[in-house]
């Protein structure tokens, strides 16, 4: 009994302090906290859609705005905040003892081959891990029936914006922070590695999922200043300059830009994911040879090209987004979040499906795909 009222303590304890935490964050604005970035990020990627469209016939609040907009604040703040840190000690915790137990004493943390590495490796090495565990797990997501209804919720856009980023069902906050977590635990990234990773693949997701169009030239520039800076700044225990001058300083970036522009610039869109490739993944109709989805990248595009799963056919600037069945989908947050628990049948699955005999008028439509998108 002892033994669960540790893990109770410890699961009670993560919640209240980081709901302390959190209530900090939204009265103290600054640049170090989640909530501030949240609407920076959000911001910048509005008024380039407002500036440079891509779909200049989409309105500028488009279908769904102001659902996203609450999702948004629902699922980036509260939920992946409070139900990461709160769960993650639970996971820490009984990962650690469990680990012990069955070794008779092997400690994980302290054998944790990242420790004592300078920050921008373990930065590096979080973000990279972690995506690719993203990637499996929004696999699992299409592959599996059971998740597939939750995760509908996101493919319900019909008409993309970046806040479409965050409109996910809160299922899908618990299937991926649990098993991106044991990773990240076992590489021992800590919350504050978390956050900057975490911010990094924020502006990434609203880029995927923005009404904008960007050369790789000008991603690659924007990717060398950020490296550039922290070069110039010494930031994230890069000791490369040592006291630098204004002068090196600002050479450093203009170079780092150049660099990334110039020479990053061609592979970009091959390394990273980007709107051109993400509006493929929200395609309502998807080939028979990828009728589970294609381009599963979050951040990263490389993984889709690895295991073969990219699709660019043509400029899918125009496509028809949802899935089959989109038309009969939830409207609202409540319902939504909801779906999966209520409201999906078999039938309904039958009729995605297209299979024979549920048209109800028996003719053959041509625009009802054989398979259904997931
Ligand atoms: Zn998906
Ligand atoms: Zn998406």
Redesign the pocket.
């Given at each position: 009994m002892n033994f669960i009222m540790k893990y109770w303590d410890i699961f009670v304890e993560g919640y209240s302090s980081y709901s302390s935490y959190l209530w900090y964050e939204i009265t103290h604005p600054g640049w170090h906290n989640y909530f501030y970035w949240l609407l920076v990020v959000s911001a910048f990627f509005f008024i380039l859609e407002l500036a440079t469209p891509w779909r200049k016939d989409q309105p500028k609040f488009r279908k769904d705005f102001w659902l996203d907009f609450f999702y948004m604040f629902f699922n980036f703040f509260l939920f992946s905040l409070i139900i990461y840190n709160a769960a993650s000690d639970v996971v820490v915790n009984l990962f650690n003892d469990g680990i012990k137990a069955i070794t008779g004493g092997f400690d994980l943390q302290a054998n944790n081959p990242l420790n004592g590495a300078p920050l921008w490796l373990i930065l590096i090495v979080g973000f990279l891990v972690r995506d690719f565990v993203q990637w499996w797990v929004?696999r699992l997501?299409?592959r599996s029936d059971f998740l597939w209804e939750f995760?509908k919720v996101?493919?319900s856009v019909q008409q993309m914006g970046f806040a479409a980023h965050l409109r996910y069902h809160w299922m899908e906050n618990v299937v991926y922070r649990s098993l991106e977590y044991i990773p990240l635990a076992l590489l021992g990234i800590g919350l504050y590695d978390f956050f900057i990773i975490h911010i990094f693949t924020l502006a990434v997701g609203h880029y995927n999922h923005s009404n904008i169009t960007v050369p790789g030239y000008v991603t690659g520039g924007v990717l060398g200043l950020l490296v550039g800076l922290v070069i110039a700044t010494g930031g994230f225990d890069v000791n490369l300059l040592q006291d630098p001058s204004m002068g090196v300083q600002f050479a450093t970036v203009a170079g780092s830009v150049a660099v990334g522009s110039l020479l990053v610039g061609p592979f970009m869109k091959k390394i990273f994911n980007s709107p051109e490739m993400h509006i493929w993944?929200?395609s309502y109709d998807l080939p028979e040879e990828h009728r589970y989805?294609v381009n599963?990248g979050l951040t990263l595009a490389c993984w889709d090209y690895i295991f073969g799963t990219a699709y660019i056919p043509y400029n899918g600037r125009d496509i028809r987004l949802g899935f089959p069945g989109v038309e009969t989908f939830p409207e609202g947050f409540v319902s939504q979040n909801l779906h999966g628990f209520v409201g999906a049948n078999k039938e309904e699955r039958v009729m995605e499906n297209g299979l024979p005999g549920v048209s109800g008028n028996g003719t053959t439509k041509d625009d009802v795909p054989t398979s259904s998108v997931k």
């Open positions: 929004h997501l299409h995760h996101h493919h993944h929200h989805g599963f």
